[in-house]
């Protein structure tokens, strides 16, 4: 089986949108992103700027997850992340070889990234694992179902950025 990871461009900004659908979990209430016009924001003109940096992966030519951020205001300076699996491709360890490409690649920009997830979701102890941490007081409703998320953030640190010209497995990286 064959896994590689690609940079997701402006020009796949589809990608980006198809993706959003599993990051809100809208597969599994049988809603639509029609349904939320106020998600946009995540994927709408995606690439277009620098605010933006992503990736996806694919699993046997498939498109098994995506992993994003964005700079949702001018003012900002912590970009949010937004991040879907496949679920036929969940507990295969996408998601982890996702985040950590995204980390070092965000880590060249960024100082931190943010990322809202539900509170009492096992994401929580998958964003734990990566370094982020819940911020007190962060506690908010999701706009697709009012269950209570919390916001937490990863401090970044700056590392060199590892690519396949510089050594890494191109098997797992393509450009």
Known sequence: MKTELYFLRSSEQKIASDMLHFAYRLDEIGKTLEDFPELDIYTKHYGLSTRDLGIYILKDYKIAGAAWIRLLRFEDTVPVLTMAVKPEFRGEGIGSMMLEQLLLEAASRFEQISVSVLKDSRAVKFYERFGFEKIE???SKSPIDGSETITMIK??????VVRPSDGYDPSKWMD
């Open 137 to 139: 007081g962060s506690e």
């Open 155 to 160: 401090k970044l640190e700056y590392k060199e």
